[in-house]
T-cell receptor
Framework: SQELEQSPQSLIVQEGKNLTINCTSS?????LYWYKQKYGEGLIFLMM?????EEKSHEKITAKLDEKKQQSSLHITASQPSHAGIYLC????????????FGTGTRLKVLA | DAGVIQSPRHEVTEMGQEVTLRCKPI?????LFWYRQTMMRGLELLIY????????DSGMPEDRFSAKMPNASFSTLKIQPSEPRDSAVYFC?????????FGQGTRLTVV
């Protein structure tokens, strides 16, 4: 079955540092989504990537999808305490089914 | 729009009791998803609907779990009888094509 592997599982960085979170699939993806979750809350949509080689940015967060559409990275520049939370990648493994699956998440802590 | 609304936010029940979780999707969305999140297994898709029709319920763990969507603005997830291992956060999400929007979740504790 389709699985999404995220790395690292947890990350602690000093405020102002850059960081990268990776999401890897064994199969081609038909849509890759990044969400952020704070403890006790729902998931907040960050970005969606659909085309191989696509890159999107929002404020200090940049997400990329590789050409084979099997790996994505989320990069945060000059991290802030407000970036802390759990980052999850999600994907639609089969075109048109919208049967979204999710990675296990990366827990980010930013030290002020 | 107020987003996806779930109720209750927290539920504590005794083993063997029936539990019903409720969800109001975003108006106009044609897909509705029920997920369960635990520390051990992460976010798991239980069932999803398209235009109120269940499309895939392969993620529903056992016959004790059932979900309905009687109309476009309401869905329920029922567990009967509940067991301690059902304790988790249950999320409802809705979407129109891409980009699923999630509710705040229901934290279920079965004692």
């Amino acid at each position: 079955s389709q699985e999404l592997e995220q790395s690292p599982q947890s990350l602690i960085v000093q405020e102002g540092k850059n960081l990268t979170i990776n999401c890897t699939s064994s199969k081609t993806l038909y849509g890759l989504y990044w969400y952020k979750q704070k403890y006790g809350e729902g998931l907040i949509f960050l970005m969606m990537l659909q085309k191989g080689g696509e890159e999107k940015s929002h404020e200090k967060i940049t997400a990329k999808l590789d050409e084979k559409k099997q790996q994505s990275s989320l990069h945060i520049t000059a991290s802030q305490p407000s970036h802390a939370g759990i980052y999850l990648c999600g994907a639609d493994p089969t075109s048109g089914t919208y049967k979204y699956i999710f990675g296990t998440g990366t827990r980010l802590k930013v030290l002020a | 729009d107020a987003g996806v609304i779930q109720s209750p936010r927290h539920e504590v029940t005794e083993m063997g009791q029936e539990v019903t979780l409720r969800c109001k999707p975003i108006s106009g969305h044609d897909y509705l998803f029920w997920y369960r999140q635990t520390m051990m297994r992460g976010l798991e898709l239980l069932i999803y609907f398209n235009n109120n029709v269940p499309i895939d319920d392969s993620g529903m763990p056992e016959d004790r779990f059932s979900a309905k969507m009687p109309n476009a603005s309401f869905s329920t997830l029922k567990i009967q009888p509940s067991e301690p291992r059902d304790s988790a956060v249950y999320f409802c999400a809705s979407s129109f094509r891409n980009q699923a929007f999630f509710g705040q979740g229901t934290r279920l504790t079965v004692v």
